[in-house]
């Protein structure tokens, strides 16, 4: 879709500089691709890892494609450690690796780290900075109010060396960018720096939270980084409304809130206001919720969340909240790049696409079949496509080569091609490849379910019980969503079946056995709730397999989904279900991670 110049000329003159800069960057799509791709080459010339492949120098693509190895992170594991261990020599990158940034992503149970250089800041600002002046050709009028996000740092450790790790938002957040940004009246928040700064988690939604209320006829739009994460806000204002009501009301904070700067800062805003207090209170004390928010915040225009991949699900709940409105998703990003944005940010959810940007970072794409595995006719890889040469209506898994030492890495995406802007490609996002169970950040794959389930069953051995089958499912009705896991049990002696008390612990054994993004969302985040076994009754999944037959399925193929979604298979688990059990108690987790030589 073309930017409309008479549009845009309307835009003030900062929007339309950014606008056409789209235009230009997307224009010549190749050249600026061959362009970053010489970059990084020639400055990276004499890092160990390039000299390995002896490029000498070389910075042409074909060279490059020919000489440098597609990897995954356990092909680098080896390398990322060193520098996290101290070794501070050219390894990856010619300039010196500033921090990690943690991915969502897990290997061997552990956040992946992605290396970053200073000026990485540099470029995820620029596309941050392309935000508003797209919304403001769809959404006139947003500098006349203010934003409510719910936004939130992690927890952020040092490794043996003395890099900090943290994930992307949270590096941004505390960013001289972020922190003392020049006053722009498109990008004014409710939130005080020092709210979203805190990291108590439970004083940085309450204060942020508070001063939404109090701003409430400010309030344009309506947002956090996930779905699941404006919904857990929601579900916190139920909870907590009768305390910030009494705030509001009396002008005084909540004891709760603990943190002295925070609390210093609060002071300047909470001031008795009975008025307010009392509608909230009526609002928040009527026995429907159905659209909360625009009760609320009446001026809200539309919601900016995430709800592509994994957060579509809670579309609909957003719609019951809202009344409906837009659900914007502005761009795509990742801890081991900033990508780009959504250049129409009111079309449906369903039809949300990226366009990228080629001076990010060097992209290509491997080809997916049908069947979404790699597409190969010989047992040589395939040759990857590069941005410009994309198809549409094709999917691909996308890989990227960065200026701060990712070369050939394969991110994990699939991505779908609906067309073109100027010459550069526009990306749906399918999903992340083996990723079976999300609520959140959080990605479980099949073999850690596996092992989890295996950990599990040990408790289950004294009691001479096995588990003949299983399944999982992501439920998200629940906020915050949670793990439901169906075990189907062979219970040898009935006389000595494990009691509740022991499958309880069997939902406490398999959280300890996930990753640590897992167990972090579940301690630290709050935003996954206790995990859920649902034992169902003998011969539930040899229903189970009729059903799927009877739909086409193949008898000598099939074999026991391990994650289910679709609506009739989960009813017919949950109809079959005799007992429910929850995790007692949260995992174990800390900030620090496993060190390794």
């Known amino acids: 879709m073309a930017i409309d110049s008479g549009i845009a000329s309307t835009a003030c003159e900062k929007h339309a500089k950014a606008l056409q800069f789209i235009e230009e960057v997307t224009k010549n799509c190749n050249a600026?691709?061959?362009?970053?791709?010489?970059?990084?080459l020639s400055r990276n010339a004499e890092t160990e890892y390039l000299k390995r492949y002896r490029l000498n120098g070389i910075?042409?693509?074909?060279?490059?494609?020919?000489?440098?190895?597609?990897?995954?992170?356990?092909?680098?594991?080896?390398?990322?450690?060193?520098?996290?261990?101290?070794?501070?020599?050219?390894?990856?990158?010619?300039?010196p690796i500033s921090e990690f940034l943690t991915s969502s992503g897990t290997s061997a149970g552990e956040r992946k780290l992605m290396p970053t250089i200073r000026e990485d800041m540099d470029r995820r600002q620029l596309l941050f900075s392309l935000l508003m002046p797209i919304m403001d050709l769809y959404m006139p009028g947003l500098d006349e109010g203010k934003a409510l996000y719910f936004l939130f740092i992690k927890a952020e450790t040092k490794t043996p060396g003395g890099l900090v790790a943290r994930p992307v938002l949270t590096s941004y957040y505390k960013s001289d960018q972020f922190k003392n940004a020049p006053y722009d009246p498109y990008?004014?928040?409710?939130?005080?720096?020092?709210?979203?700064?805190?990291?108590?988690?439970?004083?940085?939604?309450?204060?942020?939270?508070?001063?939404?209320?109090?701003?409430?006829?400010?309030?344009?739009?309506?947002?956090?980084?996930?779905?699941?994460?404006?919904?857990?806000?929601?579900?916190?204002?139920?909870?907590?409304?009768?305390?910030?009501?009494?705030?509001?009301?009396?002008?005084?904070?909540?004891?709760?809130?603990?943190?002295?700067?925070?609390?210093?800062?609060?002071?300047?805003?909470?001031?008795?206001?009975?008025?307010?207090?009392?509608?909230?209170?009526?609002?928040?004390?009527?026995?429907?919720?159905?659209?909360?928010?625009?009760r609320i915040w009446p001026n809200t225009k539309y919601l900016e969340v995430i709800v592509t991949g994994a957060m579509a699900q809670y579309i609909p709940t957003l719609d019951y909240y809202s009344g409906g409105l837009p659900k914007v998703c502005t761009m795509y990003a990742s801890s081991e790049s900033f990508f780009g944005p959504n250049l129409s940010p009111l079309c449906?959810?369903?039809?949300?696409?990226?366009?990228?940007?080629?001076?990010?970072?060097?992209?290509?794409?491997?080809?997916?079949?049908?069947?979404?595995?790699?597409?190969?006719?010989?047992?040589?890889?395939?040759?990857?496509?590069?941005?410009?040469?994309?198809?549409?209506?094709?999917?691909?898994?996308?890989?990227?080569?960065?200026?701060?030492?990712?070369?050939?890495?394969?991110v994990g995406d699939v991505l779908y091609v609906t067309g073109f802007h100027n010459s550069a490609p526009q990306f749906?996002?399918?999903?992340?490849?083996?990723?079976?169970l999300s609520i959140e950040s959080d990605k479980t794959d099949e073999a850690e379910l596996q092992k989890a389930v295996e950990n599990a069953s040990l408790l289950l051995q004294m009691y001479n019980t096995s588990i003949v089958e299983y399944t999982s499912y992501a439920d998200t009705k629940t906020i915050p969503g949670h793990y439901v896991i169906y075990w189907e049990l062979m219970v040898k002696d009935p006389a000595n079946s494990p009691s509740h008390e022991v499958l309880n612990q069997c939902c406490l054994a398999m959280e300890e056995s996930l990753n640590s993004v897992y167990r972090q969302s579940r301690v630290a985040d709050n935003s996954?709730?206790?995990?859920?076994?649902?034992?169902?009754?003998?011969?539930?999944?040899?229903?189970?397999?009729?059903?799927?037959?009877?739909?086409?399925a193949s008898f000598n193929q099939y074999k026991a989904p391990r994650c289910v979604n679709f609506t009739p298979i989960v009813e017919l688990l949950d109809s079959r279900v005799m007992s429910t059990h929850f995790s007692p108690s949260l995992p174990h987790w800390t900030p620090e991670r496993r060190r390794c030589s």
Not at 60 to 76: E, L
Not at 350 to 375: H, K, Q, R, W
Not at 528 to 552: C, H
Request: proline share 5%; hydrophobic share 35%; charged share 25%.
């Open 32 to 40: 600026v691709q061959q362009k970053v791709l010489a970059e990084i």
């Open 59 to 95: 910075t042409d693509r074909d060279t490059y494609k020919s000489k440098v190895p597609v990897i995954t992170y356990d092909d680098i594991q080896p390398e990322i450690q060193r520098i996290a261990n101290g070794d501070f020599s050219p390894i990856l990158c010619s300039k």
């Open 187 to 294: 990008n004014v928040k409710t939130s005080p720096i020092e709210a979203i700064l805190c990291p108590d988690s439970f004083q940085s939604m309450y204060t942020q939270m508070l001063c939404g209320l109090y701003d409430r006829h400010q309030v344009l739009r309506v947002g956090a980084i996930f779905a699941s994460g404006l919904l857990r806000a929601i579900r916190f204002l139920q909870l907590n409304f009768h305390q910030l009501c009494r705030d509001i009301a009396t002008g005084t904070l909540s004891p709760k809130i603990t943190d002295s700067i925070l609390r210093t800062h609060m002071s300047k805003i909470v001031k008795p206001n009975q008025e307010l207090a009392e509608f909230v209170s009526h609002q928040c004390s009527k026995e429907s919720w159905e659209g909360i928010i625009t």
């Open 348 to 410: 449906d959810p369903s039809e949300v696409c990226y366009t990228i940007l080629p001076n990010m970072a060097y992209f290509e794409f491997i080809p997916l079949e049908d069947t979404g595995s790699v597409s190969s006719r010989s047992s040589t890889p395939p040759r990857l496509i590069d941005l410009a040469d994309v198809e549409v209506g094709k999917e691909y898994e996308l890989v990227i080569t960065t200026y701060a030492g990712l070369y050939r890495y394969r």
């Open 428 to 436: 749906r996002f399918v999903r992340r490849k083996n990723v079976l």
């Open 528 to 552: 996954i709730g206790p995990l859920e076994i649902r034992v169902v009754k003998n011969g539930t999944f040899e229903e189970l397999m009729d059903y799927a037959i009877s739909r086409g």
